[in-house]
């Protein structure tokens, strides 16, 4: 891409972009070219990160390990459903990632949670994400029971209206009275470690970044 054409796509980005100022989203324009590589120079191809792409930066940059969570990870960057993050998904899907308000980061993991996108985080659901969030512990007790205790326990503290799951006005009351069960049902934000190491990579040089940080 011509540099003409680069810095008209990253002044439109910025405009659109509430975290990043235009110097950080020419550094992430840079970069998502740079992981994209040939296909940005062939015609009539969707020039996108697709889901293993992406869950590889996830998996290589942010230590993610959940399959589940990284799937919904992606399908929270990938807000038309193509099956690709486009570079205005990427910006406006790292912008929440690395520096949005608890509020954006409220609804961003609760749609994470809310594994059918029924509005609600069902007693399943949340067995589904516990059963592949905590480590498989070697024991002669049925896993699945402790599992299940887990859900009871996570619903007495966030099920204020008590009918059995989670609303987003419950998990909204929850986090702001405890801000730690914004990840209650597994990792799916960066944690601050990896986010500054990122931000100093990419920010200084994208074409030097690497997935093994």
């Known amino acids: 891409m011509n540099r003409k ?9 910025t405009k659109n972009c509430k975290h990043f ?3 950080e989203v020419n550094c992430l324009v840079n970069l998502f070219y740079t992981l994209v590589g040939d296909a940005a120079e062939r015609p009539g191809t969707v020039v996108g990160l697709d889901r293993n792409a992406f869950r590889n930066i996830l998996h290589m940059t942010f230590g993610m390990t959940d399959d589940m969570i990284m799937d919904r990870v992606f399908r929270g960057f990938d807000k038309d459903n193509d099956g690709c993050v486009n570079i205005a998904e990427w910006i406006n899907g790292l912008s929440l990632f690395l520096r949005g308000s608890l509020e954006e980061k409220m609804k961003y993991c609760f749609e994470v949670f809310d594994l059918n996108g029924d509005g609600f985080i069902s007693k399943e659901e949340m067995f589904h994400m516990l059963k592949n969030s905590l480590l498989k512990q070697p024991s002669e007790e049925d896993p699945d029971e402790g599992i299940k205790d887990l859900v009871e326990i996570t619903l007495k503290k966030m099920d204020h209206d008590h009918d059995g799951k989670l609303s987003f006005a419950d998990y909204e009351q929850a986090v702001r009275e405890e801000t730690l069960l914004l990840e209650a049902f597994g990792p799916c934000l960066p944690d601050p470690k990896s986010q500054m190491e990122f931000e100093a990579q990419v920010f200084k040089d994208p074409h030097e970044f690497s997935y093994d940080m």
């Open 21 to 23: 100022n235009t110097y």
């Open 5 to 13: 054409k680069l810095q008209k796509l990253t002044d439109t980005l």
